[in-house]
């Protein structure tokens, strides 16, 4: 076997790790709200939480759109509309989380911590159909398309595999 099949095994190896470390990092963070082991919204430590994940969700997918999904669309045009409903996941994710980030940003939030509860849930849900669907959709494509394609720096430096 050369080295392409194996780059290619690789970046859905590294797609499935990147989704598995942001679902811990959301459960975590769900946990602490959940669980009233936070002091309230405006914890610093609780915005920190929030915004350091909103980041990564946020520079995971811009990644995606940038490299990833545009290399996938020319080497396999079939995956045309897979990649465009990955497209639009990325929209409703981060429209929820630009929510997420108001709450956060105002000072004494009205409506309190179970608003933000209430968006990491969605949050949660939306990230686990979309990470399911693309690991069964995107994943097995790397696997089987391999390089050219795909370049060694598929995903954006700073992303979630970087931090993790």
Do not use: N, Y
Not at 55 to 70: K, M, R, V
Not at 73 to 94: N, Q, T, W, Y
């Amino acid at each position: 076997m050369s080295a392409e099949p194996d780059r290619a095994v690789a970046l859905s190896l590294q797609l499935v790790q990147v989704h598995q470390v942001l679902r811990e990092r959301l459960a975590v963070l769900h946990d602490e709200i959940a669980g009233g082991a936070v002091p309230g919204v405006a914890g610093a430590d609780l915005r920190s939480h929030c915004l350091s994940l909103c980041t990564a969700i946020h520079t995971h997918h811009a990644g995606e759109d940038g490299q990833l999904l545009p290399a996938l669309r020319a080497a396999a045009p079939e995956l045309g509309p897979v990649i465009d409903k990955l497209i639009e996941d990325h929209g409703l994710v981060a429209s929820i989380v630009g929510r997420i980030s108001e709450l956060l940003a105002a000072a004494r939030p009205a409506t309190g911590p179970g608003a933000l509860a209430r968006e990491l849930d969605g949050l949660a849900a939306i990230l686990e159909s979309h990470f399911s669907f693309e690991e069964r959709r995107i994943a097995a494509a790397l696997d089987t398309l391999g390089p050219p394609a795909w370049s060694a720096d598929v995903f954006a430096p700073g992303s979630a595999h970087h931090e993790a």
